[in-house]
């Protein structure tokens, strides 16, 4: 119930803090722009975007380049003192645990609430007993992440990880999934499993991620979906869907993202008829060939690269990849993050934002 409360109060503080700042509402609708970046241009742009009624650019990129700088601050100050960090978030840094004392003490003066440390620790530093513990870290990459402690035995427990690649999906053991495979790659990770050990536990179940139809467009695509069924098994405006990962590609190249009615039992989906969430297209036989195992999920995910870092394709320490721009090279982008739940399924695509480039006109 307090969980409940804390996300509602975060989610609230958020919009009103930060939110309003920052909103843009984008529409699909074709329309020509003035762009304004290093240069001024006009230019056609697929998607007309609208700034909220409380947008201030100024203020809602300092909110986020202030959290920035305090991280850069930070990871300044580590380096400086010879210490490390594990990995950071907008608000939260995991620091080596012989400087996070010292650390704290030096962002203190700007603590504007005295009373509570400006840096505080989290809960999950803590055991039972309310004593500090000794907590390790294992990264895939940048997003994929955990912390977690060695048991009297020796076997590792986690006790905070990233859904990152993985909250998008269902399971029939909803709340303990992703602590239980977290607790598998560890496993694997200390030599206790075999990876085939590891990957044959999901080697019966299937990716499977939930999706509510708001958009009138996905309406329209699962119409052949509705099509002999009788009107209280017909899929409704805000009713839910279960999507697939795709295994497949169409004629032209494009992945078939399998979209079928909702049915509590996950493991049944694969086998209904669905439609490609992108082409539209029914599919109605060997349908369970077109959806992607858990177990190979699983396995990109451990094996997930890094790209944003130099050596991010490799173990170790990751170094900080250094970028150099060019003014001609630099592309306009709107909002990346308009459709959050079909992003995440679905992935990103060209069509996921819109790009603002200037109109060239040349002469010979």
């Known amino acids: 119930m307090f969980d409940i409360i804390q996300n509602v109060l975060k989610i609230i503080a958020n919009a009103a803090s930060y939110g309003v700042f920052i909103e843009i509402d984008t529409e699909d609708s074709k329309c020509e722009v003035d762009a304004y970046g290093l240069e001024h241009f006009k230019c056609k742009v697929s998607k007309k975007e609208k700034f909220g009624r409380f947008f201030h650019p100024l203020i809602s990129t300092m909110l986020t380049s202030g959290a920035r700088l305090l991280l850069a601050m930070a990871e300044t100050w580590l380096r400086k003192h010879r210490g490390y960090y594990a990995f950071c978030d907008t608000d939260s840094m995991a620091v080596s645990p012989f400087n996070w004392r010292k650390l704290q003490e030096y962002f ?10 400006f840096l505080k620790l989290e809960a999950e530093n803590y055991d039972e007993h309310h004593e500090l513990m000794e907590l390790w870290f294992y990264g895939i990459s940048a997003k994929r992440y ?3 402690y060695l048991d009297e035995k020796g076997e590792p427990v986690p006790v905070k990880w990233s859904s990152h690649g993985l909250g998008h999906l269902m399971h029939e053991q909803e709340s303990e999934w992703e602590k239980q495979l977290w607790t598998n790659i ?5 030599g206790k499993i075999s990876k085939e050990q590891l990957l044959e536990q999901y080697a019966n179940d299937y990716g499977i991620a939930e999706l509510a139809v708001t958009k009138p467009h996905l309406l329209r695509r699962v119409k052949s979906l509705n099509e002999g069924s009788r009107p209280d098994k017909q899929i409704k405006p805000y009713n839910f869907v279960l999507v697939g990962s795709p295994t497949m ?7 078939i993202i399998p979209l079928t009615q909702f049915t509590s039992h996950y493991d049944w989906a694969p086998y209904q008829p669905f439609i490609d969430a992108k082409g539209g297209r029914l599919y109605e036989e060997n ?3 077109y959806w992607k195992k858990l177990d190979k999920t699983v396995e990109d995910y451990i094996d997930h690269p890094e790209n944003k870092f130099e050596n991010g394709a490799h173990h170790g320490t990751m170094q900080r990849c250094h970028l150099y721009l060019r003014k001609d ?3 306009y982008i709107g909002k990346e993050g308009n459709e959050l739940e079909e992003a995440e399924i679905y992935g990103l695509d060209e069509d996921s934002y819109v790009e603002y480039r200037p109109q060239r006109t040349y002469r010979r």
Do not use: Q
């Open 186 to 190: 560890l496993r694997h990770a200390f």
């Open 287 to 289: 349908t369970e060939l």
């Open 249 to 255: 590609v169409s004629k032209n190249g494009e992945p």
């Open 329 to 331: 090279a630099i592309t």
């Open 108 to 117: 203190e003066p700007l603590n504007p609430m005295p009373g509570e440390p």
């Open 146 to 148: 955990v912390l977690y």
